[in-house]
Protein backbone atom coordinates (compact mmCIF):
# COMPACT_ATOMS: atom_id res chain seq x y z
CA UNK A 1 0.00 0.00 0.00
CA UNK A 2 1.65 3.28 -0.73
CA UNK A 3 0.79 7.07 0.58
CA UNK A 4 1.15 10.51 0.54
CA UNK A 5 2.09 12.14 3.34
CA UNK A 6 1.25 15.93 3.64
CA UNK A 7 3.61 18.39 5.99
CA UNK A 8 2.50 21.75 6.40
CA UNK A 9 5.26 23.75 7.38
CA UNK A 10 6.45 27.12 8.84
CA UNK A 11 9.60 28.63 9.96
CA UNK A 12 10.92 25.05 11.58
CA UNK A 13 13.78 23.73 9.23
CA UNK A 14 15.25 22.04 11.90
CA UNK A 15 12.32 20.38 13.16
CA UNK A 16 11.71 19.43 9.17
CA UNK A 17 15.31 18.24 8.89
CA UNK A 18 14.56 15.78 12.16
CA UNK A 19 11.26 14.32 10.71
CA UNK A 20 12.67 13.63 7.08
CA UNK A 21 15.52 11.72 8.75
CA UNK A 22 13.61 9.50 10.61
CA UNK A 23 11.18 8.85 7.63
CA UNK A 24 13.89 8.31 5.28
CA UNK A 25 14.97 5.30 7.68
CA UNK A 26 10.95 3.72 7.63
CA UNK A 27 11.36 0.04 7.14
CA UNK A 28 8.59 1.01 4.69
CA UNK A 29 9.36 3.06 1.98
CA UNK A 30 5.96 3.05 -0.09
CA UNK A 31 5.37 6.51 0.35
CA UNK A 32 6.00 9.96 -0.78
CA UNK A 33 6.24 13.18 0.96
CA UNK A 34 4.88 16.50 0.40
CA UNK A 35 5.52 19.82 1.66
CA UNK A 36 3.75 22.98 1.84
CA UNK A 37 6.17 26.05 2.90
CA UNK A 38 3.22 28.26 4.35
CA UNK A 39 4.46 31.63 3.81
CA UNK A 40 7.66 30.96 5.78
CA UNK A 41 10.30 33.54 6.08
CA UNK A 42 12.86 30.63 7.26
CA UNK A 43 12.47 28.14 4.36
CA UNK A 44 13.43 25.15 4.53
CA UNK A 45 14.77 24.25 0.98
CA UNK A 46 18.27 23.52 1.60
CA UNK A 47 17.17 20.77 4.27
CA UNK A 48 14.64 19.52 1.95
CA UNK A 49 17.20 19.19 -0.58
CA UNK A 50 19.24 16.56 1.63
CA UNK A 51 17.11 14.28 1.41
CA UNK A 52 16.20 14.32 -2.56
CA UNK A 53 18.58 10.74 -3.00
CA UNK A 54 16.31 9.47 0.12
CA UNK A 55 13.18 10.29 -0.47
CA UNK A 56 10.30 11.18 -3.11
CA UNK A 57 9.76 14.41 -1.91
CA UNK A 58 7.67 17.57 -3.33
CA UNK A 59 8.27 20.66 -2.21
CA UNK A 60 6.67 24.06 -2.39
CA UNK A 61 5.66 27.67 -1.31
CA UNK A 62 2.74 29.24 -0.97
CA UNK A 63 1.37 32.34 0.98
CA UNK A 64 0.90 32.27 4.46
CA UNK A 65 -3.16 30.78 5.30
CA UNK A 66 -2.52 28.02 8.57
CA UNK A 67 -2.05 24.41 8.19
CA UNK A 68 -5.53 23.60 7.44
CA UNK A 69 -5.70 25.36 4.08
CA UNK A 70 -1.79 24.12 3.41
CA UNK A 71 -3.10 20.63 4.06
CA UNK A 72 -5.16 20.94 1.35
CA UNK A 73 -2.98 22.32 -1.05
CA UNK A 74 -0.84 19.83 -0.52
CA UNK A 75 -3.33 16.75 -0.73
CA UNK A 76 -3.94 18.18 -4.10
CA UNK A 77 -0.54 16.71 -5.10
CA UNK A 78 -0.75 13.72 -3.91
CA UNK A 79 -0.49 10.70 -6.30
CA UNK A 80 -1.39 7.99 -4.42
CA UNK A 81 -5.15 6.91 -2.80
CA UNK A 82 -4.34 7.43 1.14
CA UNK A 83 -2.81 10.63 2.44
CA UNK A 84 -1.36 10.50 5.77
CA UNK A 85 -0.96 14.08 7.85
CA UNK A 86 2.19 15.32 10.19
CA UNK A 87 2.80 18.11 11.81
CA UNK A 88 6.38 19.47 11.53
CA UNK A 89 7.52 18.97 15.22
CA UNK A 90 6.85 15.10 14.61
CA UNK A 91 9.39 12.63 14.54
CA UNK A 92 8.18 9.20 12.91
CA UNK A 93 9.27 5.40 14.22
CA UNK A 94 10.63 3.52 11.82
CA UNK A 95 8.33 0.69 11.73
CA UNK A 96 5.06 3.22 11.52
CA UNK A 97 4.32 2.93 7.66
CA UNK A 98 4.93 -0.25 8.28
CA UNK A 99 2.20 -0.40 11.07
CA UNK A 100 -0.29 1.37 9.20
CA UNK A 101 -0.03 -0.61 6.07
CA UNK A 102 -0.52 -3.68 7.93
CA UNK A 103 -3.67 -2.41 9.96
CA UNK A 104 -5.25 -0.79 6.87
CA UNK A 105 -4.38 -4.19 5.03
CA UNK A 106 -6.31 -6.25 7.54
CA UNK A 107 -8.75 -3.55 8.78
CA UNK A 108 -9.75 -0.89 5.99
CA UNK A 109 -11.00 2.22 7.23
CA UNK A 110 -11.67 5.70 5.49
CA UNK A 111 -9.52 7.43 8.30
CA UNK A 112 -7.39 6.50 11.39
CA UNK A 113 -5.97 8.81 14.20
CA UNK A 114 -2.69 7.67 16.41
CA UNK A 115 -1.23 8.78 20.05
CA UNK A 116 1.89 10.52 20.53
CA UNK A 117 4.65 9.81 22.87
CA UNK A 118 8.22 12.19 24.19
CA UNK A 119 11.33 11.48 23.16
CA UNK A 120 13.91 10.86 25.87
CA UNK A 121 15.66 13.63 24.10
CA UNK A 122 12.99 15.69 24.45
CA UNK A 123 13.43 18.81 27.11
CA UNK A 124 12.33 18.86 30.21
CA UNK A 125 9.07 20.93 29.37
CA UNK A 126 8.43 19.01 26.28
CA UNK A 127 8.10 15.99 28.23
CA UNK A 128 5.61 17.75 31.10
CA UNK A 129 3.58 19.14 27.84
CA UNK A 130 3.21 16.09 26.94
CA UNK A 131 2.02 14.37 30.27
CA UNK A 132 -0.54 17.32 30.00
CA UNK A 133 -1.45 16.36 26.13
CA UNK A 134 -2.25 12.71 27.44
CA UNK A 135 -2.85 11.95 31.10
CA UNK A 136 -6.29 11.15 32.21
CA UNK A 137 -5.95 13.83 35.38
CA UNK A 138 -5.99 16.79 32.05
CA UNK A 139 -8.32 16.92 29.29
CA UNK A 140 -5.80 14.05 28.02
CA UNK A 141 -8.54 12.20 29.62
CA UNK A 142 -11.05 13.95 27.99
CA UNK A 143 -9.71 12.71 24.05
CA UNK A 144 -10.00 9.13 25.45
CA UNK A 145 -8.45 6.49 23.50
CA UNK A 146 -11.28 4.29 22.02
CA UNK A 147 -10.87 2.85 18.34
CA UNK A 148 -13.93 4.13 17.56
CA UNK A 149 -14.46 8.09 16.03
CA UNK A 150 -17.39 8.00 17.67
CA UNK A 151 -15.02 8.92 20.90
CA UNK A 152 -12.31 9.40 19.26
CA UNK A 153 -11.43 12.41 16.84
CA UNK A 154 -7.84 11.86 15.01
CA UNK A 155 -5.86 15.11 15.35
CA UNK A 156 -3.82 16.15 12.18
CA UNK A 157 -0.22 15.83 14.14
CA UNK A 158 -0.98 12.20 13.31
CA UNK A 159 -3.60 11.44 11.13
CA UNK A 160 -4.21 8.93 7.92
CA UNK A 161 -7.15 9.48 5.62
CA UNK A 162 -8.38 7.91 1.89
CA UNK A 163 -8.35 10.44 -1.01
CA UNK A 164 -12.00 9.55 -1.61
CA UNK A 165 -12.91 10.51 1.81
CA UNK A 166 -10.67 13.44 1.92
CA UNK A 167 -12.44 14.92 -1.16
CA UNK A 168 -15.96 14.37 -0.38
CA UNK A 169 -15.49 16.50 2.82
CA UNK A 170 -14.20 19.03 0.58
CA UNK A 171 -10.63 18.76 2.28
CA UNK A 172 -10.02 21.01 5.94
CA UNK A 173 -12.15 24.05 6.51
CA UNK A 174 -11.00 27.61 6.92
CA UNK A 175 -10.85 27.51 10.76
CA UNK A 176 -7.25 28.47 11.48
CA UNK A 177 -7.80 26.32 15.28
CA UNK A 178 -10.05 23.44 15.95
CA UNK A 179 -9.81 22.13 11.91
CA UNK A 180 -8.50 18.83 13.08
CA UNK A 181 -11.75 18.63 15.31
CA UNK A 182 -13.54 19.60 12.72
CA UNK A 183 -12.44 17.67 9.84
CA UNK A 184 -13.17 14.34 12.30
CA UNK A 185 -17.06 15.73 12.80
CA UNK A 186 -17.87 16.36 8.87
CA UNK A 187 -16.34 12.56 8.02
CA UNK A 188 -18.31 11.30 10.95
CA UNK A 189 -21.26 12.85 9.76
CA UNK A 190 -20.50 11.69 6.26
CA UNK A 191 -20.75 8.11 7.63
CA UNK A 192 -16.66 7.23 7.13
CA UNK A 193 -15.27 4.53 9.22
CA UNK A 194 -12.59 5.05 11.11
CA UNK A 195 -10.29 4.01 13.91
CA UNK A 196 -7.40 4.55 16.49
CA UNK A 197 -4.24 2.51 15.68
CA UNK A 198 -2.38 2.73 18.81
CA UNK A 199 0.59 0.94 16.99
CA UNK A 200 0.80 4.21 14.79
CA UNK A 201 2.33 7.10 17.33
CA UNK A 202 4.63 9.57 16.77
CA UNK A 203 7.02 11.00 18.84
CA UNK A 204 5.51 14.73 18.97
CA UNK A 205 7.70 17.76 20.87
CA UNK A 206 4.49 20.13 20.64
CA UNK A 207 5.37 23.48 21.96
CA UNK A 208 8.84 24.29 23.42
CA UNK A 209 7.87 26.80 26.62
CA UNK A 210 4.78 27.26 28.90
CA UNK A 211 4.09 30.65 27.18
CA UNK A 212 3.43 28.97 23.69
CA UNK A 213 2.00 26.30 25.29
CA UNK A 214 -0.63 28.57 27.04
CA UNK A 215 -1.65 29.99 23.28
CA UNK A 216 -2.09 26.33 22.04
CA UNK A 217 -4.57 25.58 24.34
CA UNK A 218 -6.27 29.21 25.29
CA UNK A 219 -6.97 28.81 21.03
CA UNK A 220 -8.34 25.56 21.48
CA UNK A 221 -10.72 26.52 24.01
CA UNK A 222 -11.77 29.08 21.80
CA UNK A 223 -12.13 26.65 18.93
CA UNK A 224 -14.38 24.07 21.07
CA UNK A 225 -17.05 26.93 21.13
CA UNK A 226 -16.37 27.63 17.43
CA UNK A 227 -17.17 23.99 16.68
CA UNK A 228 -20.17 23.80 18.59
CA UNK A 229 -21.51 26.70 16.66
CA UNK A 230 -20.20 25.06 13.63
CA UNK A 231 -21.81 21.16 14.49
CA UNK A 232 -24.43 21.52 16.92
CA UNK A 233 -24.47 19.08 19.05
CA UNK A 234 -20.88 18.42 19.24
CA UNK A 235 -20.30 20.04 22.54
CA UNK A 236 -20.66 17.18 25.43
CA UNK A 237 -20.66 18.06 29.14
CA UNK A 238 -16.91 16.67 29.09
CA UNK A 239 -15.63 19.70 26.74
CA UNK A 240 -16.99 22.26 29.66
CA UNK A 241 -14.34 20.70 32.55
CA UNK A 242 -11.48 22.54 32.21
CA UNK A 243 -13.75 26.27 32.23
CA UNK A 244 -15.42 24.41 35.26
CA UNK A 245 -11.70 23.64 36.79
CA UNK A 246 -11.15 27.32 36.24
CA UNK A 247 -14.02 28.58 37.81
CA UNK A 248 -13.95 26.71 41.01
CA UNK A 249 -10.12 27.11 41.36
CA UNK A 250 -10.85 31.18 40.92
CA UNK A 251 -13.79 30.32 43.86
CA UNK A 252 -11.26 28.44 45.62
CA UNK A 253 -8.71 31.43 46.28
CA UNK A 254 -10.79 33.74 46.91
CA UNK A 255 -12.56 31.85 49.82
CA UNK A 256 -9.35 30.64 50.97
CA UNK A 257 -9.26 34.39 52.33
CA UNK A 258 -11.66 33.37 55.13
CA UNK A 259 -11.71 29.87 54.77
CA UNK A 260 -7.44 28.87 54.35
CA UNK A 261 -8.42 25.28 54.24
CA UNK A 262 -9.76 25.52 51.10
CA UNK A 263 -6.21 25.56 49.46
CA UNK A 264 -5.85 21.77 50.04
CA UNK A 265 -7.48 20.70 47.37
CA UNK A 266 -5.32 22.57 44.59
CA UNK A 267 -2.22 21.42 46.15
CA UNK A 268 -3.89 17.74 46.72
CA UNK A 269 -4.40 18.00 42.98
CA UNK A 270 -0.86 19.06 41.97
CA UNK A 271 -0.04 16.52 44.22
CA UNK A 272 -2.07 13.93 42.23
CA UNK A 273 -0.37 15.52 39.15
CA UNK A 274 3.10 15.19 40.49
CA UNK A 275 2.96 11.49 41.17
CA UNK A 276 0.85 10.62 38.65
CA UNK A 277 3.68 11.71 35.77
CA UNK A 278 6.46 10.26 38.17
CA UNK A 279 5.06 7.05 37.67
CA UNK A 280 4.86 7.09 34.01
CA UNK A 281 8.25 9.21 33.21
CA UNK A 282 10.44 8.45 36.10
CA UNK A 283 11.82 11.75 36.32
CA UNK A 284 10.93 14.02 39.67
CA UNK A 285 12.06 16.85 37.64
CA UNK A 286 9.64 16.20 34.48
CA UNK A 287 6.95 15.48 37.61
CA UNK A 288 7.71 18.99 38.98
CA UNK A 289 7.23 20.84 35.58
CA UNK A 290 3.90 18.53 34.69
CA UNK A 291 2.55 20.62 37.59
CA UNK A 292 2.78 23.44 35.67
CA UNK A 293 1.96 22.10 32.57
CA UNK A 294 -1.34 20.73 33.43
CA UNK A 295 -2.70 23.92 35.26
CA UNK A 296 -1.36 25.79 31.64
CA UNK A 297 -2.99 23.33 30.24
CA UNK A 298 -6.50 23.22 32.03
CA UNK A 299 -6.17 26.91 33.05
CA UNK A 300 -5.52 28.18 29.16
CA UNK A 301 -8.38 25.86 27.49
CA UNK A 302 -10.93 26.71 30.47
CA UNK A 303 -10.39 30.66 30.11
CA UNK A 304 -10.17 30.01 26.10
CA UNK A 305 -13.52 27.93 26.39
CA UNK A 306 -15.13 30.89 29.08
CA UNK A 307 -14.44 33.98 26.63
CA UNK A 308 -15.43 32.69 23.96
CA UNK A 309 -18.90 31.10 25.49
CA UNK A 310 -18.90 34.56 26.65
CA UNK A 311 -18.56 36.76 23.57
CA UNK A 312 -19.91 34.21 20.89
CA UNK A 313 -23.17 32.38 23.34
CA UNK A 314 -24.25 35.14 25.61
CA UNK A 315 -22.90 38.23 23.60
CA UNK A 316 -23.61 36.59 20.45
CA UNK A 317 -20.70 38.39 18.53
CA UNK A 318 -19.03 37.07 15.06
CA UNK A 319 -16.34 34.45 15.08
CA UNK A 320 -12.93 35.75 17.15
CA UNK A 321 -9.32 34.71 17.35
CA UNK A 322 -6.59 35.07 19.59
CA UNK A 323 -2.44 34.94 18.98
CA UNK A 324 -3.59 34.27 15.35
CA UNK A 325 0.09 35.54 13.90
CA UNK A 326 1.52 33.14 16.40
CA UNK A 327 -0.73 29.75 15.65
CA UNK A 328 2.98 27.76 14.73
CA UNK A 329 4.46 28.73 17.94
Avoid at 266 to 295: E, H, M, N, Q, T
Wanted: aromatic share 14%; net charge positive.
Amino acid sequence: MYFSIVIPLYNRPDEVDELLASLSEQTDMQFEVIIAEDGSIKKSEAVIEKYRDKLSITYFEKPNSGPGLSRNEGAARAIYDYLIFFDSDCIIPSNYIENVSRFLNDHYVDAYGAPDAALPSFTTVQKAINYAMTSFFTTGGIRGGERSMERFHPRSFNLGVSKKAFNDVGGYGTMRFGEDIDFSLRLLKKGFRAALIPEAFVYHKRRSTFKQFFRQVYNSGIARINLHLAHPGSLKAVHTLPALFVSVMAMICILSLFFSLLLTIPVAYSLIVFLDSLAGKRSAKVALYSIGAAWVQLGGYGLGFLSAAWRRLVLKKGAFKAFEKKFYD
